[in-house]
């Protein structure tokens, strides 16, 4: 055998991975070979590999179960690490560990997006002091995440476990994809959580890719296929810039569609009634442009990626239809990070606001309510991007605080004609200051009376007046809600302000 | 069998199914007011009314069942 024939025959055989048996688990469980999964991936497949002979003296650790380099999505060039599961279940050894920091460092100097698809059992306990403690062991991998963190777009796309220490894997990117059925993360197993603490539960109670998308809020996107999670990722990575150094591209704007209804149509009179703000959505948006992330975690606000006469926009919108949009904790942890998520790639931000105020009650109080709304306006109050709030309806309380209000200096605070200000709504407020008087009256003197002091309430928080005191910028046509936004965001491209000098806030986490 | 929650603290405004009625995904089965706002309470599933747990004017707490459907 000459030297080129042995060196081929190495590099076929470390191209398949592990063994057959565990190449076809995968296929019954519906997961892809990570290089198929790297091939739908990218546009023309890896372009670059490191360290593609990673323990190759070893015939049972081909490539030491991951694959890293670089390759292109839509033009894009990214840094990627892949796991290989069919290599010791994907598990980490001492050069999976080195590989992995080493990719990462490379997105550090290059500057480029941060691609992990993570399908891992964690930690090899037999390689443990060569991988877990040390200066180059697991916790580096974490170290550098939390380094690239803003800097580059970091995404996860998990198709299997992240167990233990591997969970912070997702936890420390800017968006978790995870495949339905196969993806899970946690840091205890159900078999040890049995053994540890005596709770009997299934994996997907425990950490499955359901519960993580709609209760945890660990996970963002939930996929139904390995196929539609690459998709999406190849999709949400055209809104991002390849780094916190420039600004996303435009896109062509396409002929937008025919709407059935138009925004006043969409819109009730009536503030208590609910209504589909993704209705609304739609309308000021270039078609098809919405890119939504947690969908199904705190529905009650609505956050997502779009464009608007071909520019990125991060859309957070008050979601009626859902808990009255009032916001919950775990409503403004949601925004919160979206919120960072945009500021730190230069994405201008957008508020829609129809909020009746944050969810009072023993409760949410117990659960930090303070803290937690503490937080969203915080990064809502340090985003220095473009920001426009428009009051679709009701913006009473803090809830007008929290979706980017006057006093946070958004660059433009636009009205509806539907809007209403106030510190509370009128049925509320009446009780709260008329308490006494409304409780010596009786029958149909009490009614008219409350009436009476609801519409005197209702004309001191008319929009017109609010406009007149320049509370709000415009009130806007519904219908050219749009128009105006395009215009806005234009104007406001070259926006260049720095918060303030500091070596960083103290997070109210 | 699937137990319809409240997914928020407040009060049963109306219910707007009967028992044995068929409900498809995403009906509305009840609506809540709390915070003045109007709650709807969607069926997660298609199935029929078993039983409606709660009456008009009850007050709920997060997670009480207000309808069973099978």
Redesign the interface.
Same mark, same amino acid.
């Given at each position: 055998m000459s030297y080129v024939e042995q060196l081929t025959e190495k590099v076929d055989t470390i191209k398949k991975g592990g063994k057959e048996k565990y190449h076809k688990n995968n296929q019954e469980r519906g997961k892809l070979f990570v290089r198929e999964r790297l091939n739908l991936l990218f546009d023309k497949g890896l372009d670059i590999e490191d360290a593609f002979f990673a323990n190759c003296m070893d015939d049972e650790l081909p490539s030491d179960g991951v694959v890293t380099g670089i390759g292109e999505m839509n033009g894009q060039k990214v840094c990627v690490m892949a796991n290989d599961s069919t290599v010791k279940a994907g598990s980490w050894g001492k050069r999976t560990v080195e590989k992995i920091i080493r990719i990462q460092e490379t997105a550090l100097k290059l500057e480029l997006p941060m691609l992990y698809l993570v399908d891992s059992a964690g930690a090899r306990i037999t390689d443990q002091i060569e991988m877990f403690p040390g200066r180059r062991g697991a916790g580096r991998i974490f170290h550098n995440q939390i380094k690239l963190s803003g800097r580059v777009p970091q995404i996860c796309l998990l198709f299997g476990p992240s167990a233990a220490g591997g969970a912070y894997i997702p936890a420390f990117c800017d968006i978790v994809i995870m495949v339905k059925g196969n993806a899970s993360m946690y840091l205890g197993s159900p078999r040890m959580a049995e053994k540890v603490i005596g709770e009997k539960v299934t994996l997907e109670e425990m950490g499955g890719a359901k519960m993580h998308c709609a209760v945890s809020g660990c996970g963002d996107v939930l996929a139904k296929t390995e196929e539609e999670a690459i998709e999406f990722a190849r999709n949400y990575l055209t809104y991002f810039p390849a780094n916190f150094r420039s600004k996303p591209k435009k896109a062509a704007v396409p002929a937008q569609k025919a709407f059935h209804k138009t925004i006043k149509d969409i819109i009730p009179a009536n503030q208590?009634?609910?209504f589909d703000m993704k209705e609304l959505i739609d309308q000021i948006i270039d078609t098809n442009s919405f890119c939504e992330i947690k969908k199904l975690f705190a529905p009650e606000i609505i956050t997502g990626l779009s464009r608007i006469e071909g520019g990125v926009v991060g859309i957070i919108a008050s979601q009626?239809?859902?808990?009255?949009?009032?916001l919950?904790p775990d409503s403004a942890d949601k925004a919160a990070k979206f919120i960072q998520l945009c500021d730190a790639f230069n994405i201008p931000l957008l508020f829609l606001m129809d909020v009746?105020?944050f969810?009072?009650?023993t409760?949410v109080e117990s659960q930090g309510i303070i803290r937690h709304g503490a937080k969203m306006l915080a990064s809502m109050s340090e985003a220095t991007v473009p920001k426009i709030s428009v009051i679709v309806r009701k913006a009473y309380g803090a809830g007008l605080y929290a979706m980017a209000g006057p006093a946070f200096e958004p660059d433009a605070v636009l009205a509806l004609p539907t809007a209403q200000i106030a510190v509370m709504?009128p049925?509320?407020a009446v009780n709260a200051v008329y308490a006494n008087k409304i409780a010596s009256l009786e029958g149909e003197e009490r009614q008219r009376f409350i009436k009476e002091k609801q519409e005197e309430y209702r004309d001191d928080i008319d929009v017109y007046r609010l406009a007149s005191e320049m509370v709000v910028d415009q009130i806007v046509e519904p219908d050219q809600l749009r128009v105006e936004l395009g215009k806005r965001f234009k104007a406001y491209e070259s926006k260049n302000v720095e918060f303030t000098k500091r070596k960083h806030g103290v997070l109210p986490v | 069998m699937t137990q319809i929650k409240a997914? =928020?603290?407040g009060n049963v405004w109306k219910i707007v199914v009967s028992k044995g009625d068929t409900v498809t995904e995403d009906q509305d089965v009840v609506i809540l007011e709390? =915070?003045? =706002? #109007?709650?709807?309470i969607a069926a997660d599933e298609e199935g029929i009314v078993k039983e409606l747990s709660v009456n008009e004017g009850d007050f709920v707490? #997060?997670g009480d069942v207000l309808v069973i459907i099978e």
């Open positions: 208590n009634t609910p009626p239809r859902q808990k009255g949009s009032v919950f009746p105020g969810m009072i009650g409760k709504g049925e509320a | 997914n =928020m603290a709390s =915070m003045k =706002m #109007e709650i709807p707490n #997060e």
